[in-house]
Every structure is written in C-alpha cells, then in structure tokens.
C-alpha cells in the first residue's frame, strides 16, 4: 500500500495543475488541491486506493468544475472579443484570453462532457484510462468527446453570450 | 512508471482538436504551475497523516469555518454534539468522525435554531425537576468539555488549514532550482530525499538545502547557488548538494563560477572559496570557469575545461602525482584502474556531452510516426523493415501501411494519425511464424543538445515487442499489456542520443501460424514525437 506522504510527494503536482488548468492560475486552484487531498485522506481511511493518479484526478478534475461553475454563478464574464480569421498582430496580443474563453465554454459543458473533455485535453488521458477512472465504456468517452468538441468549438466560434443567446 | 497516467503523447492527442479550440488548450496547458503552491499543497496534505485521526475532520470544520468567512455561510453556526441518534452514526458531508467517538457536526441556520421548541417549556410539563437539574448539570459539563476541545482543536486548526499561518523560517539553503527540463526524478518521479531523508517535491524555485541528494533519471536540471555558481545536472545522475559544490556519485554535470581565484592556482589555495565537484575518485575545483565533469558507473571521472582553468586532483590511493590544472579545450581524467590521473590531452572528450546552457526553448525533433499522413497500401518512406538474422540491406524493404488491418487490430481512428504498417501491402500475414522482425526508421538531431533530448510515443504490435534499440543500444522497454495490439504501451527514451543521425528500432516477434495455415501476423503501430534542448551559441 502506497505511504500517504508518498501519495502527496507524487500527486501533488498533478493535482494542482488538473484544478489550475480548470480554474486559472489562482488561490481557487490550491484550494481545490488541498480539498482533493483532504478527500483522499478519508477515503485512504476507509479503503485501499489502488488508482492514486486517476483517483486524484478525477477527483480534482470534479471538484475543479464544480467550483469553475459556482465562479461562474457569482461572477460576471469577461466579455473578450476573440479575434477571427488568420493570426496577426491582435491575434498574438489577445493570445492568452483564449485559456479563459475555454474555461469560461468548458463549465458551460454537461459535467460529464467536460470531465472526460479535462481528463482528455488538458490531462492527455487515453480514452482507455478515461473509460477507466470514470468507469464507463471507450466508446462513451469518444461520444462524450465529440459532443464536447463541437459545442467548445460552437462557444468559440460565436462567444458564449452568443451561445446563451 | 509510478504513475500509469504520466504525461505522453500531446501532440497526437492534440491533433484532434482544431483552430481555435486547439489554440485555447494550448494556452491552458502551457500555463506554469507555480512550484511554491505545490509545496504548500504538498505540506499541508502531509500534515493530515502526522496527526492523529481527527485532522480530517478539523480540516473540514476548518473548511466549514473558512466559507463561514467568506460569506456564503454567514448565516450558519456550527456546534458539536454527541451522536444524537444515540447508535449508529451515518457521516454525511455534515457530518465528520472523530476518532472513535462519534461527533457530530451539525450545521443549522440561525433562523431554524430561534424557532426549535423551548426545552424549559417541555420539562416544566411533562417531566420531574430532578431530570431538569441533572440535563443541566450535564449540559454544563458538556459545554465545558467542548469550549476546552474547541480552544485546543482550533489552535491545530489553524496549523493544519493555514488559516493563521505561522510564520516558519527557511532552512538554510545551499541554493535552488532554476531551471527543470523534462526531469524525471528517481523514486518516484518528481521529489528528491532532502538531507534528512524526507521526500519532497522538487520543482523550478525549490530550495535546495546542503545534504540534499538529487537522483536525476532523465532530463536536466540547473542548480543556481548561493554564491551565484550555477549547475546544469544531466540526467542520469546522483548528486548531493554541498554548500558550494556537490558530490557526483554518477553522471554529467556542467559547473560554471566565474569568481577568478588570484593566487598560484594550487589546490590548496583554491579550495577555500572555490567551487567543488567531488566525486568517488577525484576532487575537481574549480578556478573561475565553465566546465565538465563526468562519472561512469566504474567511477572513472572526466573533467572538460570549456574556458578557464580547473584542478583535478585524484583521491585514488597512490596518486601523489595526480594533480593537474586543465586549461581550456584540456581534458583529464581519474582512471580507478592504476590509481593515477591520466595524462591531460587536448579535446580528448567531446564537449557536447555537457549541456552547457537550460532554458524554456526546446525545439522538437523530426521523428516520423507510423503510416502517418499515408493511405493503405502506400509504402512508408521513414520506416524499414527487414527480419532479424538477414544481412544488413539485403533483405530490408519499406515497411507498407497496410491495406486491410486485422480486426483484432485497435482500428485507426481520430484520436491519432498513426497507421499499422507491416511487411506486405495487402496483408498482414507473413509466411514466418515466430520469427523476429526488426522495423527501423531514423532522425537526425542537428541543433540539440543530445544530452537533454527525449522521444515519447505509444506502440501497438502484433504478436510481440521483444526489444527497442536507440543507436543500437538497447533501451528500456515498454510495459506491454496482455494484448498489445490492442492496447497503446507508453515509453520513453531519454539516453543514448548522439549528434546527427539517429536510429531507432523496434524488434517485433510474429505470431502463432494461425490454425490449419503457415501465415501468421506481424504489425507495427507506433506514435511518435520528441524535443531537444536549442543548443545554444557557441555549442
């Protein structure tokens, strides 16, 4: 059985960029990596993980979007003009808006769809690991994926106030 | 691999996505993670195991007293009570264990806590005056015992959930990480053993206090000290961090100190504020310089000057001549077999194998995937395959993707542009069962540092992968799954890389004939995608 201290020294990277790269650099991510971590220690409590990389991941990618989701409930979007076309000089400037278009589209997914779409994009997951952690079947987490691909790229395209609209 | 789902292969997986939606992901995982926030993380979840039981639940009151802060629970109160069904208790997210005793958390609005029923109104109608005193004796002593528990609890609390975080000093530190390149650390990948033994994490800005030893498995790693000498470990490597210096048990590292010692140059003079490399048979200090140094596994070591001067002093019984101050362009080394520094000779090693120069530019390497971009049939220019025990070129053809793949094959999809390519065009059978077939394809590394390059990739065979070889050296393979021809193996090569062309090959054993047939099958998959460090000027 793998040491908690060991647990934490391999995963604590990994779980503070699944929830980083949900919510944005920010005190919101290290929040939601010490909740996982709390989580898991109950959990270790109760039963023997045997999974920790796609335990804490999935955990943390969940806990990530709930949390994206509440943000979005309390917050008003940022309403950046994406730019459209070939890149050019706007393009590059505006570049790093993109991330937080992206999030701003991802909570918008049905929580399913974005959890394998995380696991997917922003964790490189196969869709056998995928189907693994979440247990579901492969052909679930490629139906989820395309879904997810073509509203984000919907989101994108128009903007997300276009999309409610 | 510890972690079966470790980082693999971006690229392929990002190829599913387009325009904008792929522009957005890049941005999102390019973002750094900060590497003090994943100490804290760190820290903290180790503090819930160095407690006993009840941390858990005094973090989530914690957490509880947190949102209470911020606002959202503002109209809440939390209160300790014992378990109030009287038997078994059902922990909900309202409810935490403490230890063995069973507490409970009960959270209440304040609104619903004024309307409850008034308890001197019961017992003033219905029940006898003695059980009033004694349920308020008892309410006393409980609301003693838990004010006590709360004082001490929440003095832990704010430990535990940094809600007051305590101020602790910095250990003394010899320097810290500047600089991480597709390190893979020994153990468990990503932390080191500190001095006294404790894993922590190592990331870019972790501090690195004397004592602290660095098992590097792959990739680089710069070490800036306090004294402003910088150095570039090359995975594989074990090194301990000294105050000015360290202690290379095996490996590659490229020292750089430019404080020029005034002085004869002698090793006794230098030692006193120079920077020190020792390793199992030598002492390299050094003058004011950039250079190399160089441990294998016999315990030979191989300093290189790039520019100023370095002393090589020999730690092997009976080297009493074993000194010598290298120059420029000079090498030396400390040969455990005669005890004696060999004789300085000029550029004798070559310089590239010290990487001399970390940054964030890595640029990738152009390797090629199997079939990619390549329709059924057509014969892939970038692989060879030829069966093991043929002379060289005699029999080696182009592999071909094939043209109708078997169907207990994984299937060609989106998710990678990746094709089966085999010996024959039209099938996947070979007139060889059990017989060894070596796929090849080759790369060139022209303006990267070979010491910092990795290839990653996911392979798929049939029947059976028996070896991978990188220049002809065998590497470590990959853990293959029950049916490798279904099942994408990950692997990683982070050694054995040489300047200029490259060659890398897989050796892939053909089935069982197939039942009441001589054919058998034999199929190659492989995703492909690697980086090197930009050499820089001057390299």
């Known amino acids: 059985m793998m040491s908690w201290d060991k647990a934490v020294a391999d995963h604590a990277t990994i779980v503070l960029r699944v929830a980083q790269r949900i919510l944005g650099m920010g005190p919101d991510a290290e929040d939601i990596a010490q909740e996982v971590f709390l989580e898991a220690f109950q959990l270790r409590q109760k039963e023997e993980v045997h999974n920790w990389g796609g335990l804490l991941r999935v955990m943390a990618t969940r806990r990530a979007l709930n949390r994206l989701r509440d943000r979005r409930r309390t917050e008003p979007l940022s309403h950046v003009e994406l730019p459209s076309g070939d890149s050019g000089p706007y393009e590059n400037a505006v570049a790093g808006e993109l991330a937080e278009r992206l999030r701003e589209a991802v909570a ?8 394998v779409f995380s696991l997917r994009y922003f964790e490189n997951l196969s869709y056998e690991q ?34 409610k609209s | 691999m510890n972690d079966p789902f470790g980082p693999s292969t971006p690229a392929p997986i990002l190829a599913e996505l387009a325009g904008q939606l792929r522009d957005a992901v890049l941005e999102v995982i390019a973002e750094p993670v900060s590497a003090a926030a994943v100490l804290r993380v760190a820290e903290r979840a180790r503090q819930l195991a160095s407690s006993d039981s009840d941390v858990a639940a005094e973090s989530a009151l914690a957490d509880r007293r947190n949102r209470t802060t911020a606002g959202g629970w503002s109209n809440e109160k939390a209160v300790l009570t014992s378990n109030p069904s009287g038997g078994q208790a059902f922990p909900s997210d309202d409810q935490t264990v403490f230890g063995k005793d069973v507490v409970c958390l009960v959270v209440e609005p304040a609104d619903v806590r004024a309307a409850s029923p008034s308890l001197f109104g019961y017992f003033s109608q219905v029940g006898p005056i003695s059980y009033f005193v004694s349920a308020l004796i008892m309410g006393f002593a409980l609301v003693a015992a838990w004010q006590y528990q709360i004082t001490t609890r929440l003095t832990r609390l704010e430990m535990v959930s940094g809600i007051q975080p305590k101020a602790t000093p910095l250990p003394t530190t010899a320097g810290r990480v500047s600089a991480m390149v597709d390190c893979r650390l020994a153990v468990d990948g990503t932390s080191s053993k500190d001095a006294v033994g404790f894993h922590s994490v190592l990331a870019v800005d972790s501090h690195l206090e004397s004592g602290r030893q660095i098992k590097l498995d792959s990739g680089a790693m710069e070490i800036v000290y306090r004294s402003g000498a910088k150095v570039i470990l090359q995975g594989p490597a074990t090194f301990k961090v000294d105050g000015n ?6 490996g590659r590292l490229t020292g750089k100190f430019n404080k020029a010692v005034q002085g004869s140059g002698d090793a006794a003079s230098a030692q006193e ?19 190399g140094v160089e441990v294998d596994n016999g315990g030979c070591t191989t300093s290189y000057v790039f520019r100023g001067r370095v002393c090589l002093q020999s730690l092997l019984p009976g080297g ?28 004798s090693v070559e310089p590239q194998r010290f990487v001399r120069r970390i940054g964030d530019r890595r640029i990738p390497i152009r390797v090629f995937s199997t079939g990619d971009g390549l329709a059924a049939g057509h014969a892939d220019a970038h692989w060879e395959v030829v069966a093991a025990g043929d002379a060289a070129g005699d029999s080696m053809q182009q592999a071909v993707v094939v043209r109708s793949p078997c169907p207990n094959w994984h299937a060609t999809d989106i998710s990678t542009p990746t094709k089966w390519i085999s010996r024959n065009s039209d099938s996947y059978l070979v007139e060889t069962p059990g017989r060894v077939y070596t796929f090849r394809t080759a790369f060139e590394l022209e303006d990267g540092v070979p010491g910092t390059a990795v290839l990653r990739g996911n392979i798929l065979v049939d029947r059976r992968l028996l070896a991978v070889r990188l220049n002809g050296r065998d590497v470590p ?17 982070a050694e054995g890389f040489v300047s200029g062309m490259n060659s890398l090959e897989f050796d892939v054993e053909t089935s069982e004939p197939f039942a009441g047939s001589p054919l058998s099958a034999l199929g190659l998959r492989v995703e492909l995608n690697g980086s090197v460090q930009e050499m820089g000027p001057g390299e």
């Open chain 2, 245 to 250: 210096g360290g202690y290379l048990a095996v």
């Open chain 2, 320 to 347: 009493h001549a074993g000194e010598l101050v290298l120059k420029a362009d000079e090498a030396g080394r400390v040969e455990p077999s005669d005890g004696q520094v060999a004789s300085v000779r000029r550029v």
């Open chain 2, 477 to 493: 393979m990959p853990e293959q799954p029950r049916n490798p021809s279904q099942w994408f193996s990950p692997f990683s090569i």
């Open chain 2, 273 to 291: 504020a120079s920077f020190i490399i020792r390793t199992p048979t030598a002492v390299v200090t050094d003058l004011g310089t950039e250079f």
């Open chain 1, 108 to 115: 918008e997914l049905p929580d399913g769809q974005a959890t």
């Open chain 1, 130 to 163: 995928i189907a693994e952690v979440l247990h579901i079947e492969v052909i679930a987490v490629g139906s989820a994926l395309y879904k997810a691909r073509a509203k984000l790229q919907m989101l994108l395209k128009i903007g997300i106030g276009g999309a």
